[in-house]
């Protein structure tokens, strides 16, 4: 994190402020508090969310983006996946007022790193998006590398699902806001990146989140 930190902070205007938040969401291992130390040290805004509970991924966003203060949010995994160039593209249409919210769109290259299964559930997501949202503005909803002003923070807060179709939900109600502009970018994945496989489980999951964001009213 901390290398990544740095990449970004070196890449974008040096009178930028940058405050990072961390969330831990509900681990209650691999968690050394001497790394969390280290980061606290060795970056001059820094928070960190220790949630009690696991939440999902969506809850725990929630949790760090109702706490920022700054003109713009990025968020992304722990791990960055993706190449440094994306997330300074993704400032830099932010910083210049180019959008309300930046969407990473993965490329070929992307997909072509991902484990089967969940290469499949990806574009079957997509599929279904072109076949019962045609509102979407940018179909691949999934990418981990999303921005937004204070109008997409806004909505992104009125989000409610727990796991990894709140990213959905996220574009589908910004997509019925005639006053949000949306820009999307491609992403590619960075070197030496090891994607997780997805769960059964989790697949059935996020198809009932699916159903729930498809007759959901507007919010």
Not at 106 to 120: A, H, T, V
Not at 191 to 218: C, Q
């Amino acid at each position: 994190m901390l290398h990544y930190y740095t990449l970004f902070k070196e890449a974008i205007p040096a009178e930028t402020t940058i405050h990072m938040y961390l969330v831990n969401d509900g681990s209650k291992s691999g968690i050394r508090q001497e790394d969390i130390h280290l980061l606290s040290e060795k970056i001059t805004g820094f928070t960190y969310i220790d949630s009690p509970v696991n939440q999902g991924k969506g809850g725990a966003l929630r949790d760090a983006v109702r706490q920022t203060t700054g003109k713009w949010v990025i968020y992304t995994d722990a791990d960055y996946p993706y190449i440094m160039a994306n997330a300074v593209q993704m400032f830099h249409l932010l910083s210049t007022d180019a959008a309300d919210v930046v969407v990473g769109v993965r490329d070929e290259q992307y997909y072509d790193q991902l484990p089967l299964g969940r290469k499949i559930f990806s574009l079957s997501l997509k599929v279904m998006n072109y076949l019962f949202f045609p509102q979407l503005k940018v179909k691949d909803t999934q990418s981990g590398l999303k921005g937004f002003n204070q109008k997409g923070k806004e909505v992104f807060l009125k989000t409610r699902i727990p796991a990894f179709l709140f990213d959905m939900e996220f574009l589908v109600l910004a997509s019925k806001r005639s006053d949000i502009r949306i820009q999307w970018i491609y992403v590619q994945a960075r070197e030496g990146i090891v994607f997780s496989t997805m769960r059964a489980k989790t697949i059935l999951t996020e198809l009932a989140n699916f159903a729930s964001i498809l007759f959901s009213g507007d919010r």
